[in-house]
């Protein structure tokens, strides 16, 4: 047990974040605790709670309010959920009591994401006691990321564009690194849609087959057909869109019975070189062609989004370097689709940190459309959502560096 630790500030702070039982959507208390701190140095609270859901909105504003270029509004974004833990016996200790093993905190939501929300609260303390600040720097907190994600970010997103907010910058404190801290930042994520497609067909006997319709034989050509298609090539940033079926399933539990439907759910995640609308009618035109019957429900979680090279990434990679570049090895080159293989070892720190595009969705999709340029920093992501959640100590200080390091460049960009 470490609890004879030197107290640490970021460290301090994701024990008690971890130590609150906040399963999706339920907050336990998180934002109450974020949202005394940032109350503290002066950042006005404004509660956005949405069908159960808890959403805190904080800004600290400049007083010299100046023109918009000048003075922009960055948000630092996380989630207070987390994911259902698993059976109590599978992991070394309580998940939802923080404790540190050799050199190591572990706990749910470890690395998904309450210390990234930590080592952002203690960053902005930092910078607040030290400089003043141009413009405005912003909390975007949510209990609703893990889940249906429809009333958090989502519905404060909605609320700030009625409100004609347009944010500058936005930092995801989501869990983006792969083997060493800030060895890869998320410049984008590919949308994602999904259908629950289900094939009516006419139940029967099976050696009737003419009094009844087989909704498994008529959907067959028409599966195949989708996989096999080339929905898109990708481009530079990303891979190609990719179809997958995740669930198939018919029959009555009896060999000698034609099943009367057919249920069939897939996603598609995409690229930016392809659109939600454009995917559905493809899709319809395939199903349609091969004359089935069949209701399809469609969902969409979010569009694709990429922000290009501009003055928050220049700012991201700057603070990665100052703080992990100098005791950070080489990192590995990957060929895996959505990542920027690094090319050349003798001059891998201009590639570091890496761009990279792949993994599932997160709240920067809700962000991405207010027009700000967005990117996903946080700690390493091996652990996230598995038994045993963790996150190494040394890596919680050094994080809450970036981030300040980041908001530095960006809204003090005179004193830096």
Same mark, same amino acid.
């Given at each position: 047990?470490?609890?004879?630790?030197?107290?640490r500030?970021?460290?301090?702070?994701a024990r008690?974040?971890?130590g609150?039982?906040?399963?999706t959507?339920?907050?336990?208390?998180?934002?109450?605790?974020?949202?005394?701190?940032?109350?503290r140095?002066?950042f006005?609270l404004?509660?956005?709670?949405?069908?159960g859901?808890t959403?805190?909105w904080?800004?600290?504003?400049?007083?010299?309010r100046?023109n918009?270029v000048a003075?922009p509004?960055?948000?630092?974004?996380g989630?207070?959920?987390v994911?259902?833990p698993?059976?109590?016996?599978r992991w070394?200790?309580d998940p939802f009591?923080p404790?540190?093993?050799?050199?190591?905190?572990y706990?749910?939501?470890?690395?998904?994401?309450?210390?990234g929300?930590?080592a952002?609260v203690?960053?902005?303390?930092?910078?607040?006691a030290?400089?003043?600040i141009r413009?405005?720097?912003?909390f975007l907190?949510?209990?609703?990321e893990?889940?249906?994600?429809?009333?958090?970010t989502?519905?404060v997103?909605q609320?700030?564009?009625?409100?004609?907010?347009v944010?500058?910058?936005?930092?995801?404190?989501?869990?983006?690194s792969h083997?060493?801290l800030?060895?890869?930042?998320?410049v984008?994520?590919r949308?994602?849609l999904g259908?629950?497609l289900?094939v009516l067909g006419?139940q029967g006997?099976?050696?009737?087959?003419?009094?009844?319709d087989?909704?498994?034989h008529?959907?067959t050509?028409?599966?195949?057909e989708?996989?096999?298609?080339?929905w898109?090539s990708?481009n530079?940033?990303? !891979?190609?869109?990719s179809?997958q079926?995740?669930?198939?399933?018919?029959g009555?539990?009896?060999?000698?019975?034609?099943?009367?439907?057919?249920?069939l759910?897939?996603?598609?995640r995409?690229?930016t070189?392809?659109?939600?609308?454009g995917?559905?009618?493809?899709?319809?035109?395939?199903?349609?062609r091969h004359g089935?019957k069949?209701?399809?429900?469609?969902?969409?979680?979010?569009?694709p989004f990429?922000?290009?090279n501009?003055a928050l990434?220049a700012?991201?990679?700057?603070?990665i370097?100052?703080?992990?570049?100098?005791?950070?090895?080489? !990192?590995?080159a990957?060929?895996? !689709?959505?990542n920027s293989?690094?090319?050349?070892?003798?001059?891998?720190?201009?590639?570091f !940190?890496?761009h990279?595009?792949?993994?599932g969705t997160?709240?920067?999709?809700f962000?991405?459309?207010l027009?700000?340029?967005?990117?996903?920093i946080g700690?390493?992501?091996?652990s996230?959502?598995?038994?045993?959640?963790?996150?190494?100590?040394d890596?919680?200080?050094r994080?809450s560096?970036i981030?300040?390091?980041?908001?530095?460049?960006?809204?003090?960009?005179?004193?830096?």
């Open positions: 047990m470490a609890d004879d630790l030197p107290s500030p970021v460290l301090d702070l008690a974040l971890i609150c039982r906040s399963l959507p339920d907050d336990a208390g998180c934002c109450a605790l974020i949202g005394a701190r940032l109350s140095i002066g006005q404004e509660w956005m709670n949405c069908e859901v959403n805190l904080a800004t600290y504003r400049s007083e010299d100046g918009d003075h509004l960055l948000i630092l974004a989630h207070t959920d994911v259902p698993g059976p109590r016996e070394a200790s009591q404790e540190i093993r050799d050199g190591v905190l706990g749910r939501g470890a690395a998904d994401m309450k210390s929300l930590a952002m203690c960053a902005a303390e930092r910078l607040l030290s400089t003043p413009g405005t720097l912003a907190i949510t209990s609703d893990e889940g249906i994600a429809q009333y958090g989502k519905h997103a609320v700030l564009r009625e409100r004609g907010i944010p500058d910058y936005a930092i995801v404190g989501e869990a983006s083997q060493t800030g060895d890869r930042i998320v984008g994520r949308g994602s259908c629950n289900r006419k006997h099976v050696a009737y087959p003419l009094k009844a087989n909704p498994i008529r959907l050509p028409a599966l195949a989708l996989v096999a298609t080339q898109d990708g530079a940033q990303f !891979p190609p869109t179809f079926v995740s669930n198939i399933h018919a009555t539990g009896a060999n000698n019975v034609i099943p009367g439907e057919a249920e759910v897939f996603n598609f995409y690229c070189e392809s659109t939600a609308e995917l559905k009618a493809r899709v319809h035109e395939v199903l349609d089935l069949y209701e399809a429900s469609w969902w969409h979680s979010g569009e990429l922000t290009l501009g990434i700012a991201a990679e700057a603070a370097r100052e703080v992990v570049g100098s005791d950070t090895n080489e !990192p590995r990957e060929n895996s !689709p959505g293989a690094v090319h050349s070892p003798g001059h891998w720190l201009e590639n !940190p890496e990279f595009t792949g993994g997160s709240d920067a999709r962000i991405a459309p027009g700000a340029e967005v990117v996903e700690p390493i992501n091996d996230i959502h598995k038994i045993d959640e963790h996150v190494r100590i890596d919680l200080e994080l560096l981030y300040e390091g980041v908001l530095r460049r960006l809204l003090t960009p005179l004193q830096h």
